[in-house]
Each structure stands twice: as C-alpha cells, then as structure tokens.
RNA sequence: GCGCCUGUAGCUCAGCUGGAUAGAGCAACGGACUUCUAAUCCGUAGGUCGCAGGUUCGAAUCCUGCCAGGCGUACCA
C-alpha cells in the first residue's frame, strides 16, 4: 500500500509539470514504482523518467529533475534522489512506516489478505491418486502445494473450493479387484501365480488377510467375477478411508471429493459425448469413436469410446471438466505430476471445444520427489511395490517439516527430499528456523507477562510505536509491510514457495534484531514499543505459516 | 523426432511480467552463550547466471538456435 500512495506523488508530480509547460506531453507510459535491492538506492523508486523520454523527447535525467522539484518531502518523504541513467529514488522517514503495525494489530489474522480475487470462484482440484494403494511422496508433494495454492487464492480474495476427484471407476478398480483376489487365493493355499500387471504392494496382502479373516475361504467358490467385484469395492473403499487419513494426519481437508463413477451413473459422460457429436466434435474410425483434439491445438485427436465399446478416461474427464464450469467455477486448476503434461492439451482443447476459454483452464505441473536417505537415492517403484508412502515420511518426520521442504521452492524444479535432512532438529532445516522466531517472540512475551510489563502475551493495540527507530526494526517494519505484496505475488503466479521465501526474509531480519537489542530493558516504554513490534512479527509469522499449512508452535 | 520442465557460488536453490554492485541456506574458514531459547547471530571467502546470436538506453530475466539433464509421447489410468 506504500507504493501505492509513491505512485500517486510520481502521478501528481507528473501532471503539475504538464500543467506548468515543463512537460510537453500529458501521456504516462507504462511505469513501475519498486523497491531498489540496495538500501542505497531508498526505499522505493519508478523508472518513470526512463520510460517518458521518448513521449517527452527529453533526457530521462532531465525529466527527473523536474519531477524531483515538484515532489514535497517533509513528513513521509524524507528525501528524493535522482541516480543512474534517471531513476527517481525515495527515501521515506521512519514514521511513513508506523501504521503498518497499527494495521497488523487491527486486522490480526486477516493482516496480509487482499482482495484482487474480487471473490472470483475458482476450483483447485489435488491429489486425485487412483484409489489402488496409498499416497506416495510424489502425491505429498502435490497435495502440500494444491492446498497452499488454495490457502493463498482464498487469502487473496478469491472464492476457492479444494477438489478430490476419485478414480473409483475403469480397469484400474478392476485390476485392484484381480490383485486382492489372487492374494487371497494364495492365502486359502491355492498355488496360483501373481499377474505380471497386478498391483504388488504388501497393502494387498493385507486387504487380502482382512477379507480372509473375516469372510474366511467362501470366495475360492464363488464366481470369479463376483469374487473381483466383492474384493475390488472392499479394497478401494478401504483404501479411500487410508488416503483420507493419510491426508487428514497431513493437515488436508477438502471441500469435496468427487466420484468418477457418479458421472457415470448421472449419464454425465455419454452427454458429454453426445454435446460433442452434435457439435461435429466427434467421428468414427477403426471401430472407436475419436474427439476432434488437432482442431483445438492438441498433436492428435484422442479415443473417448473404444472400439470394444468402452470409454476411456479421457472421456470422462472431460464430462467431469464440463460439470465444473456448470457448477460456476470461473476459473479451475487442476495441480499434476509432472509425469502428466502431456495431458494438458487434450483437457484444455476439451474445455475450448466445451465454450470455454483457454484461460479458464489452468494446470499447476508439480515435478517429481527424488527421495533421499543421507544424499543416497531411494527407489520408489510403484510396480515393484516397494514405495516409500506419504505416511511413511509424516510418521518419520513430522507434518510440518514435510510441508515446509514441499513448499521451499518451485514445484517447476525437481525436488530432492532428503529423510535425514528433513528430520534433523537444527539449522540445516528450514523448518525450525522460522518456527523458532515464533516460539521466541513468545517466550518474550511470557517473559514481560510475568515481570507485569503487560497484562497478557496477547494485546490488541500497539504502543509507543513511534518510539522504534533503530535501523532493525524499520527494517523488520518495511518487511512486514511487504506481505500483502507477497501473498498477491504467489496468488497471481499460483507459486507458494513466494511465501516460503517470503518466511525465511523475515525469520532472519528476526533473528539479526533479537541478537543485536534486547527487547525487555530497563526503560518500560521503550519495552512496550519493542513488545509491539515482535507481537507483530509474531502475528505474521503465524499468518504466513497457515498459508503453507505450518503450525506456528507456542515453544520449542 | 516432437512436447513439457530444468541448467545461477563446491552442494541445494531464490531472483525470471527487463533495471542500477546477481542473493540465501548448507559446506569451508574466523568470531559471539553469566543475557528475552546459541534450534541463533556477526564476519571472511566463494560467480564467464549452460553456450552463441538477437531485441533494448539497459538482459540471469524477453526472442532464436545449439548443448546437457529429467519427464512424457496408448483404443492405460
């Protein structure tokens, strides 16, 4: 909000000199107010007078001298610079800076929302692992960024709704169904060899032990078909129920979880078949039916109906993206395995080909996990079925150093997982450090609680605020200032790490103030400003690890 | 072959809707605990931003072409 009101002095300036014959031209070109990366270059500067001086036909320095002497310093301004090839810099007094932590204070958790959403309605839809076996670390990955991606857009004034889409329904809950039965054969002793393109994680076995244990060896005679069917809806349903808790233990909930099969039984997918035939969409070659891709930007076209009848999966997902728009979505992203790009065009011509546009379609391609355990590579084959589950890792180290080591960078990058880094209670994880700022400031707290300094370790106000002028804290200030510009930055780039490196900033101009001033000294009132401040670090802090699904800790 | 992602310090990565001297953590080296938590801090050292062109007053950032790595390229899901 402070560059907004810059940009409204560079905007007045600007149009008094037009008005006063200094300027020949009323035009503003594009212009950018920023905050230089060198303290040296003030806290703010536009390169307005760079970017005018072809509409001016006018030196940029020239341009900026005459802006400089039409812009007041005095109370918020303390000085204005002009430097390099014309930017204007600004250098702002330290009490520009005081109202930010009155506004902390006033608007506590909801310090750092915004509005740009303009309440727009848009779906995150994550994770979405086939029923068939647990969630492994890549699924971590996605599920961590999926939700954040949904904390941030709801912070940023967006109406955002989290999406489980359950593949409960095709060959895969089939194969699920064959794997279980052949474990459970085996169990009542019967010599039958396990299909090659079965599921072999132990997690079968287990499913099967427990139909055994309960339903004992009825199933040897039952009709095959039936028996798959029975063991298929057992295991997937069971599996589901794990999935759910693996996620809940990792701190996710969603608004919905979506069953594929309901748009089967809701006739969803053969209307979306029969919209598409009546649209020309689709014709017939070989014995399937084809969706006219190439005609929306994809390679190829694509089999919705194949030719021994069945639809594939593409089929229903694009019924299922369908539904979503009707639902109201303005915007949907879907968050993948990068495994999965080459999907992309095929959906996105799909919802094209539905009367959507492109951008309402949005994929969050997360890359792959690669495990480590002490720099050395894990395997994690899913067909061996000898993979490390998201549970494995929460269990081992902890939820919140999961998330945090998900979320630390790009999902556009791989990412190297390491287990014994992860679970390392030390400066090497980055988790601790920025926890630790909040388990501190509240140890402060405490502290001036008990000397009677403040009523309570929570207060709703700011005092003595004006009495903060060491370099530190109107540095700590400016970089509180700077949330809101952050949580729209990661809300208009879907990028959640902003706000990881956001933490990290802040966590460390923490640490360099407390090991530099004490805040409980021998003078109270320079105490109370102190106490406001780091409350208010507290409180960002806080709001900023609920964004990444971190839980901000009382004590460590 | 084609498509997507990546290539920045010894390692892991920020910075990429163009801005002024390219940042952080780890590792290395040297310091700071009688103090509100040393799970911390301060300092030193470390770079042809993969290579080559182009656009621009200005390029790690945009464009083109190479090179390297990962992933994908089904009438599977």
Same mark, same amino acid.
């Given at each position: 909000m402070m560059k907004h009101t810059i940009k409204r002095i560079v905007l007045d300036a600007a149009q008094k000199a037009f008005e006063n014959g200094a300027?020949?031209?009323?035009q503003i070109p594009e212009m950018e107010i920023e905050e230089p990366r060198h303290q040296a270059h003030g806290d703010f500067s536009t390169n307005f007078a760079m970017v005018s001086a072809a509409v001016q036909k006018m030196a940029p320095r020239k341009i900026a001298e005459i802006l400089v002497s039409l812009i007041e310093t005095g109370s918020l301004i303390e000085k204005v610079e002009i430097a390099g090839p014309g930017f204007i810099n600004f250098f702002l007094s330290n009490?520009?800076?005081?109202?930010v932590i009155d506004q902390i204070f006033e608007?506590? *958790?909801?310090?750092?929302?915004?509005?740009?959403?303009?309440?727009e309605k848009v779906q995150v839809e994550f994770v979405?692992?086939?029923?068939?076996g647990p969630l492994h670390v890549g699924h971590g990955r996605g599920a961590a960024v999926g939700d954040s991606v949904g904390n941030i857009l709801c912070f940023a004034g967006f109406d955002v709704q989290k999406e489980y889409y359950i593949n409960?329904?095709?060959r895969q809950i089939r194969t699920l169904g064959t794997s279980v039965w052949v474990r459970l054969l085996q169990k009542s002793g019967k010599e039958v060899e396990f299909p090659e393109d079965c599921y072999k994680g132990d997690y079968i076995i287990d499913l099967a032990s427990e139909i055994h244990e309960k339903?004992?060896?009825?199933?040897?005679?039952?009709?095959e078909d039936e028996a798959i069917a029975y063991c298929a809806k057992f295991a997937a349903k069971k599996i589901l129920k794990g999935i759910k808790e693996d996620l809940s233990d990792f701190g996710i909930t969603f608004d919905q979880w979506f069953s594929e099969q309901s748009l089967y039984d809701a006739g969803r997918v053969q209307k979306a078949i029969d919209d598409f035939k009546t649209k020309d969409l689709i014709y017939k070659e070989d014995g399937a039916l084809w969706f006219r891709a190439q005609d929306f930007g994809d390679e190829k076209n694509r089999v919705v109906v194949r030719n021994n009848g069945l639809t594939t999966y593409f089929a229903s997902d694009i019924a299922y993206h369908m539904e979503k728009y009707e639902r109201g979505f303005d915007r949907v992203i879907d968050v993948w395995g990068a495994?999965?790009?080459?999907?992309i065009k095929r959906i996105d011509a799909s919802v094209v080909a539905s009367?959507?546009?492109?951008?309402q379609f949005e994929v969050i391609l997360v890359q792959l996990v690669n495990l480590l355990r002490g720099g050395k590579p894990f395997q994690m084959s899913k067909r061996a079925g000898d993979f490390v589950t998201l549970k494995n890792i929460v269990d081992e180290v902890g939820k919140d150093a999961a998330r945090f080591m998900f979320l630390?960078?790009?999902?556009d990058s791989g990412l190297d997982f390491d287990l014994e880094l992860a679970k390392? *209670?030390?400066?090497?994880?980055?988790v601790y450090y920025v926890q630790y700022v909040h388990a501190r400031i509240t140890g402060i707290l405490l502290k001036a609680k008990q000397e009677n300094?403040?009523?309570?370790?929570?207060?709703?106000k700011g005092k003595n605020?004006?009495?903060?002028?060491a370099v530190e804290e109107i540095n700590l200030i400016k970089i509180l200032n700077a949330f809101k510009e952050n949580v729209e930055k990661s809300a208009q780039t879907l990028h959640p790490h902003v706000i990881f490196t956001y933490l990290m900033s802040l966590a460390s101009a923490f640490h360099s103030y407390y090991n530099k001033h004490k805040?409980?000294?021998?003078?109270q009132e320079q105490t109370l400003a102190r106490l406001s401040l780091v409350l208010g670090v507290k409180k960002v802090i806080r709001n900023a690890l609920t964004l990444l699904g971190v839980t901000a800790p009382e004590r460590m």
């Open positions: 300027l020949v031209s009323e009490k520009a800076w005081y109202p608007q506590d *958790k909801r310090y750092g929302a915004s509005d740009i959403g303009k309440n979405s692992a086939n029923p068939t409960d329904s095709g339903e004992g060896d009825k199933f040897i005679q039952k009709d495994d999965h790009h080459g999907y009367g959507r546009k492109s951008e630390s960078r790009s999902y390392q *209670k030390n400066s090497d994880n980055p300094i403040i009523q309570d370790i929570d207060f709703n605020i004006h009495l903060l002028n805040v409980i000294t021998d003078d």
